[in-house]
Structure formats: structure tokens, C-alpha cells
């Protein structure tokens, strides 16, 4: 007989285990068919930065934190203008947008409020 595993935390159990004992829910045979049922998490936006030290300490934290996040960076160049030509020019100077996993958006915000206060305030 095959074991049974926590949808959860992934934990595997010997036969005749039903509820995880750490998780406290139901146990599956397969966490395959579970994996395969869940939909895909919204992810937030938490930063719009040009500032790449920046982005990394957010980064550093959330990675520390295991908050799940992905990173759009670099420049954007339009390509054709208005009459379907390629366009020549500089590219749009470079920016990075952070997006988060939404339910964990608060703790991201939290974060990133913490790398900002300890950073130093810009000279002007």
C-alpha cells in the first residue's frame, strides 16, 4: 500500500495516517493531482525602482523571508512608431518592477519598508 502525503507541506505518511500532524488537514494519495489543481497565484506589485541597489536589498530580504517574487527589468525600446516605421533613439532609461505572491503582499510591503529606512537618505 502506498503512502499518503499532506497537500500542505508536501509530508509523507505510512498508510493508515489521515490528517497531517502538522498541517492539520486531510492527507492525499498523490500530489501530483493536487499541484495540478491549484490555480495559479496572483502576484502584487510591491516596487517600481530605477535604482538596482535598491532592488537587490528587497531581494536579499525576501529571499531570506522565502516570500516568492519575480523581477521584470531592463530597458524598453518601442519598436515602430506611429507609422509602423523602426524607430531610432535612445532606449527608456532602465527600471525594474517587483511583483510579489498577493497574499504575502503585506510582508513584502513591511520589508520594503525596512530596507528604505535603513538606507540613506539621498543628498539634495
Same mark, same amino acid.
Given at each position: 500500500?502506498?503512502?499518503?502525503?499532506?497537500?500542505?507541506?508536501?509530508?509523507?505518511?505510512?498508510?493508515?495516517?489521515?490528517?497531517?500532524?502538522?498541517?492539520?488537514?486531510?492527507?492525499?494519495?498523490?500530489?501530483?493531482?493536487?499541484?495540478?489543481?491549484?490555480?495559479?497565484?496572483?502576484?502584487?506589485?510591491?516596487?517600481?525602482?530605477?535604482?538596482?541597489?535598491?532592488?537587490?536589498?528587497?531581494?536579499?530580504?525576501?529571499?531570506?523571508?522565502?516570500?516568492?517574487?519575480? &523581477? !521584470?527589468?531592463?530597458?524598453?525600446?518601442?519598436? *515602430?512608431?506611429?507609422?509602423? %516605421?523602426? $524607430?531610432?533613439? #535612445? +532606449?527608456? @532609461?532602465?527600471?525594474?518592477?517587483?511583483? &510579489? !505572491?498577493?497574499?504575502?503582499?503585506?510582508?513584502? *510591503?513591511?520589508?520594503?519598508? %525596512?530596507? $528604505?529606512?535603513? #538606507? +540613506?537618505? @539621498?543628498?539634495?
Amino acid at each position: 500500500m502506498r503512502g499518503m502525503f499532506c497537500p500542505e507541506c508536501g509530508g509523507e505518511y505510512r498508510p493508515g495516517f489521515t490528517v497531517c500532524a502538522d498541517c492539520n488537514v486531510a492527507l492525499v494519495s498523490s500530489l501530483e493531482e493536487v499541484q495540478a489543481a491549484r490555480p495559479v497565484a496572483e502576484l502584487e506589485e510591491l516596487l517600481a525602482t530605477h535604482d538596482p541597489e535598491e532592488l537587490g536589498e528587497i531581494v536579499g530580504r525576501l529571499e531570506e523571508e522565502e516570500i516568492p517574487y519575480v &523581477v !521584470h527589468a531592463g530597458t524598453a525600446l518601442p519598436l *515602430e512608431d506611429e507609422k509602423g %516605421e523602426l $524607430r531610432r533613439g #535612445r +532606449p527608456e @532609461p532602465w527600471e525594474a518592477r517587483l511583483l &510579489v !505572491h498577493g497574499p504575502r503582499l503585506e510582508e513584502g *510591503e513591511q520589508l520594503l519598508a %525596512e530596507v $528604505r529606512a535603513a #538606507r +540613506p537618505l @539621498p543628498r539634495g
